[in-house]
């Protein structure tokens, strides 16, 4: 249920950008409201502030809300009503009101009935309020230990999800941030909007200023009729239904429908329900999605059971599956790595049994000539892991040293890596287990081969943002970005390089912050220097950037400070944020004073001399081939220079050095930086604050 966004008041709207930029800058700039920052009126609606910038927040999936719309299921396995939904919306309708908490046990439906009620409020007061957006919060807190809900979005008519019920175990203070959590609320109340939270109830405060709004979920649907009702309303698959629905007469004639019972989840439903939409609907396509749907687990407990006295054949079908693609022989060499035979076996013994392909064939493989997979079968491989991990817990710390070993041989073993990674991605979410992850962080030092260390990055990535592990992962990156070994810092940065900057900015702001400080500027450090610059050059997390890294730039001696602060600025890969700083600058005292204390403490410290020397020049190319206007840069520079006149970066600049060739931009800004005009008002200004 959404509407047109509203997004700013008409006394916050900017004038258009001025012609001095280009065109193209011009072009990417959107409207967006956000009442603690100042609007830039040189370039737009453009927000910079040294104040907090909300969470980022996304829309609601289409598929979840015409779940939880049209394909809302209110009964339990027992035929008990389901109320949690209609609790919230209860509480919601009561003026006022605009906070509703939903805890309960894990896999209960919360996050489903959370959007429900917040899909009928939208609902009730679309005709007298008019349309309510829906989003969702991203839990992305500075420091996750002691969330600050100032920085909680408020948009007006604006109806927010935030699902903390996995993070909320890492908790200073839980009391404090429920109170927060109630003030922040009052705020939506007052301009039409409102806050669902999914919480953890073991966490979650008891006292009764605290449990007004709380709603205890004690059942869930069933999971039977929310695969039923998403197949005829969810996939508009009517004729499917029956498929999940017992004939009670001939229970074989619907084998998908034997799949679920009473302890079965409403994730679970869904889960089928997906499976068999995506079906041709023929008796074979729904046994194969049954199977997936079980994860194999029969086909798995069968090749399992077959094999009992046979851990050769088990230990063939574990290296087939991690070596899945590869030549036979390659996996039959694997099983006995695993098993620590070295295969000095006589001729007598080699020569016993049956023959390697039929050996695989047995453990479900695919042979085609020379090569073996299970690509035929997907999931199959997931589900023998998981299957390998529940049932013999023994095998853990030999299986993921094993593991070591394919994935640091020279010859192959950066081949193997990504799809050995992708199995234990799976293995690690699906079981929670961070045991995993500190595997896959040991093959960091096997190699120095860019290619390698961003695909471990790219896996790190997708567990830091997994629901339950998610939070420990990124825990164990902020442990890991204060690491002194420069290849597991540099992957941290190339995290911070992922999807995971887009979802959680301010957590990767952190973590790159760690990195920057780094003695040497090594390889992590220009990594998370990379990073940094392309999280400036979006329009949605410069803000962001700016307000974080400012707050590190004022602080003398801090290298990290430094080196963000010059990389924010940086107009080498992307010039925009630069371009917003100084049409901002311009624009505002406040932050033409921030430019000139980040370049000031930079320039008392000698660590980053390079750097700023680096940056000047790039500024004067800049200026010189009107990326920026010129008065913006010589406006900033002769404010910063004047009193820096002994700072190296700047006597180089102003004087030139032996032995160094400047080209004409370089000279040129040299040249107006001496005779820097005092009648021009702007660039005669005195610092309004200390650098």
Not at 104 to 124: D, Q, Y
Not at 511 to 522: A, C, M, P, Y
Not at 528 to 534: F, Q, T
């Amino acid at each position: 249920m959404s509407g047109p966004t509203s997004t700013t008041d008409a006394k916050d709207e900017g004038p258009d950008a001025p012609e001095e930029y280009p065109e193209a800058l011009q072009s990417r700039l959107n409207v967006s409201g956000n009442h603690n920052a100042f609007v830039v009126a040189a370039l737009g609606s453009v927000f910079l502030s040294t104040g907090k910038q909300p969470l980022t927040v996304t829309d609601l999936s289409e598929f979840e809300l015409k779940a939880a719309s049209q394909g809302w299921v209110s009964k339990d396995a027992d035929d008990l009503p389901v109320t949690a939904a209609d609790e919230a919306i209860k509480i919601l309708s009561v003026p006022g009101s605009a906070l509703a908490v939903i805890a309960g046990p894990p896999e209960h439906g919360k996050r489903a009935a959370g959007i429900r009620a917040l899909w009928r409020t939208a609902l009730s007061r679309q005709a007298r309020e008019g349309s309510m957006e829906l989003k969702e919060i991203e839990p992305d807190w500075e420091d996750p230990a002691e969330p600050d809900c100032s920085v909680l979005p408020d948009a007006a008519h604006t109806g927010y999800l935030l699902d903390v019920e996995d993070e909320m175990a890492g908790w200073v203070n839980p009391d404090r941030v429920a109170g927060a959590l109630a003030v922040h609320a009052e705020r939506l109340a007052k301009i039409g909007s409102c806050l669902v939270v999914i919480a953890d109830e073991r966490v979650w405060p008891q006292v009764a200023t605290h449990t007004a709004a709380l709603i205890r979920v004690k059942n869930r649907p069933s999971a039977q009729l929310v695969a039923r009702t998403h197949l005829e309303y969810v996939y508009d698959l009517p004729g499917r239904a029956n498929q999940v629905t017992v004939d009670r007469a001939n229970p074989e004639a619907t084998p998908a429908a034997q799949l679920l019972n009473a302890e079965s989840t409403p994730a679970d439903g869904a889960r089928l329900a997906a499976l068999l939409a995506t079906s041709d609907g023929s008796p074979a396509s729904v046994k194969t999605a049954a199977s997936r749907f079980q994860e194999w687990s029969t086909d798995v407990s069968a090749v399992f059971a077959a094999t009992t006295q046979m851990p050769e054949d088990r230990a063939l079908l574990i290296a087939a599956v991690f070596l899945s693609g590869e030549d036979a022989l390659t996996m039959q060499e694997g099983a006995q790595a695993l098993l620590g035979d070295h295969g000095r076996d006589g001729v007598r013994e080699i020569l016993t049994g049956p023959d390697l392909s039929d050996r695989l064939k047995s453990v479900k493989a695919k042979v085609s000539g020379r090569q073996a997979s299970f690509d035929h079968r997907p999931g199959y491989a997931r589900a023998v892991l998981l299957h390998l991990w529940r049932q013999r817990p023994d095998i853990h710390t030999h299986l993921l040293s094993w593991l070591d070993l394919l994935v640091t041989d020279r010859a192959r073993g950066t081949k193997r890596l990504e799809k050995i990674s992708d199995l234990l991605v799976e293995l690690a979410i699906a079981e929670n287990d961070i045991r995993v992850v500190e595997t896959i962080k040991s093959w960091i030092g096997v190699s120095n081969d860019d290619r390698h260390l961003r695909l471990i990055a790219s896996v790190l990535s997708r567990t830091a943002q997994a629901d339950r592990l998610g939070p420990s992962v990124r825990t164990k990156l902020l442990e890991w970005a204060q690491d002194g070994e420069e290849p597991l810092a540099r992957v941290v940065a190339l995290v911070c390089q992922t999807d995971f900057a887009r979802h959680y900015p301010r957590q990767a702001l952190v973590r790159i912050q760690h990195v920057l400080g780094r003695t040497e500027r090594d390889t992590a450090v220009m990594e998370a220097d990379a990073a940094l610059r392309a999280m400036a050059a979006t329009e949605e997390q410069l803000p962001t950037v700016w307000r974080m890294v400012n707050a590190w730039a004022a602080k003398r001696g801090n290298t990290a400070g430094s080196r963000a602060f010059l990389a924010v600025i940086n107009p080498q890969t992307d010039p925009y944020a630069l371009q917003v700083t100084l049409a901002s600058a311009a624009a505002d005292p406040v932050v033409a004073d921030a430019l000139v204390t980040g370049w000031s403490t930079a320039l008392e410290n000698r660590a980053v001399d390079q750097e700023c020397r680096a940056l000047i020049d790039r500024w004067a190319h800049a200026r010189a081939d009107g990326t920026v206007p010129r008065e913006h840069v010589t406006g900033i520079l002769g404010r910063v220079i004047s009193r820096y006149l002994t700072a190296a970066p700047v006597s180089a600049l102003l004087i030139g050095e032996p032995g160094v060739a400047y080209d004409a931009a370089v000279i040129e800004l040299r040249g107006e930086l001496r005779h820097i005009s005092q009648a021009d008002p702007w660039l005669a200004t005195e610092d309004s604050r200390e650098p």
